[in-house]
């Protein structure tokens, strides 16, 4: 998880969450053709002692790699960037044309850390305020939710915690 605070200008915090990704988009592109390169070596064995109907299958493999190893970079590509000042409070969750938006005024609305009553289930970051809630931070760890929790309130100038 990163989470990368800053002050944009004095008055106003931003937050940014992002899960943990296990390689950047460069690394992406290399183990995409290392895996073509094995691969086609591979067929190319077969072909060779002429088992010719190998070939497409590893091919159609390769392609289910590439497209398994696309799905998996792209859901690590998940963007929360959560806006306070001591006027206003605006979460922001994905990206392009995924963009979605809640904006709350953050004297009426409250961070919360609902607790699940069964121990192996994760707890839920909250903010709510006039029935509309937004849950943050779903792949965070328990510490890195309450330390957010009192990030955000303290930022907002919140009076609930």
Not at 22 to 35: D, K
Not at 51 to 72: E, G, N, S, Y
Not at 114 to 120: F, S
Request: proline share 5%; aromatic share 12%.
């Amino acid at each position: 998880m990163t989470v990368i605070s800053t002050k944009p200008t004095p008055e106003q915090t931003l937050f940014e969450l992002r899960p943990n990704a296990s390689m950047t988009n460069r690394q992406y592109v290399g183990l995409c053709i290392w895996v073509s390169v094995f691969l086609i070596i591979i067929s190319l064995r077969f072909l060779i002692i002429g088992a010719w109907m190998i070939v497409p299958f590893t091919i159609l493999d390769t392609l289910f790699v590439i497209i398994i190893l696309r799905i998996v970079r792209n859901s690590n590509n998940r963007i929360e960037e959560i806006h306070c000042s001591s006027d206003q409070l605006i979460i922001y969750r994905g990206k392009g044309r995924s963009l979605q938006q809640w904006q709350f005024n953050p004297y009426w609305a409250k961070v919360i850390i609902k607790k699940n009553p069964h121990p192996w289930y994760p707890s839920r970051l909250l903010i709510r305020s006039h029935g509309k809630s937004v849950e943050l931070g779903k792949y965070l760890t328990e510490e890195e939710k309450e330390k957010l929790a009192y990030e955000i309130v303290e930022s907002c100038k919140s009076k609930s915690y």
